[in-house]
């Protein structure tokens, strides 16, 4: 499975940007069944849960009401729609992809494809 994200870039504080991630590859016919998720890793910081999808979606406190998680399984891609940015949201932002739907939405260790992360940067 292959997760290729994309839409990053730089964005005044306040403003919006959205992220994409498009799954391909043999397994990814599966995509419908993944939870899948957004992190994000700032430098010398941990990476961090943002939002995931399954049945409902699932936000970190810190993005809520600013962020929105969206998929399409149809053409196997999922989305965040990042407004209100904030310099403190600026990150690499990984995509990711979890089989086991059931596991913690904000685990890292529970996803099992991760992409190769896509740079958001916010200016003041």
């Known amino acids: 499975v292959q997760l290729q994200a994309s839409g990053g870039g730089l964005v005044q504080a306040g403003g919006s940007l959205r992220l994409s991630c498009a799954a391909s590859?043999?397994?990814?016919?599966?995509?419908?069944?993944?939870?899948m998720g957004w992190f994000r890793q700032a430098p010398g910081k941990e990476r961090e849960f943002v939002a995931a999808i399954a049945e409902t979606t699932y936000y970190s406190d810190s993005v809520k009401g600013r962020f929105t998680i969206s998929r399409d399984d149809a053409k196997r891609t999922v989305s965040l729609q990042m407004s209100g940015l904030k310099e403190e949201d600026a990150a690499v932002y990984y995509c990711s992809a979890a089989r086991d739907r059931q596991s913690t939405p904000s685990n890292v260790y529970d996803y099992d494809h991760w992409g190769q992360g896509t740079l958001v940067t916010v200016s003041s």
């Open positions: 590859g043999r397994s990814s016919s599966a995509f419908s069944t993944w939870r």
